[in-house]
């Protein structure tokens, strides 16, 4: 093989590895793939441990959650960007995939007392010191056996709320994985 062959090959890769980061890169920017899964499909790390999702519908992201440990409460920051206003209503943590069946006994300042999110802006929707709380249950609506540090939940977050600009009610719904932590 003479050398023009050989530089030809070394760039087509070096241009196919460059395309590969900034595909990634993408996908991360814009929520579509997290960091640990990019390290779980590349085989650097244990996904049992390390593998954590908040992916909400279109609109809304996890800004920061955790999963405590013994109490299954759920601290959830979230943020919102769908050009409207909105007051969340309800917000249930299940393992229940069925929306005509959840149960909203584990949550604790809503429906009476709604949260109101601004377009563009985030806020805790759950938090172990506030006034709005919920605990991730069983599809049944039961705390699940097993909830010490370490081990995995993996489940749905689902929020009613309404554009106060339009009236209209909606329900976004996130898959939900993560470790319980102390």
């Keep these: ?24 890169v993408v996908l991360v920017f814009f929520g579509i793939i997290s960091i640990p899964a990019i390290f779980y499909l590349l085989g650097v790390s244990n996904a049992s441990s390390s593998l954590r999702q908040c992916t909400f519908s279109p609109g809304f992201t996890c800004v920061t959650y955790k999963l405590h440990a013994g109490t299954g409460e759920l ?26 069946s959840i149960s909203y006994e584990n949550t604790e300042g809503y429906p009476s007392s709604p949260v109101t999110l601004v377009s563009g802006n985030h806020t ?10 919920v605990r991730c249950t069983d599809a049944d609506g039961n705390l699940p056996s097993g909830m010490t540090a370490g081990s995995t939940y993996t489940g749905r977050i689902y929020m009613n709320y309404t554009e106060v600009d339009t009236g209209i009610h909606r329900m976004a719904t996130a898959a939900f994985t993560e470790t319980y932590r102390e």
Excluded: E, P
């Design 75 to 100: 601290d959830l920051d979230l943020g919102q960007g769908t050009g409207h206003k909105i007051q969340i209503t309800n917000l249930a943590c299940t393992q229940s995939t069925n929306t005509n």
């Design 124 to 133: 805790y929707l759950s938090r172990s010191d506030s006034s709005h709380l």
């Design 1 to 24: 093989m003479d050398k023009k062959w050989i530089f030809l090959i070394a760039v087509a890769l070096l241009v196919f590895v460059f395309l590969c980061i900034v595909t990634l």
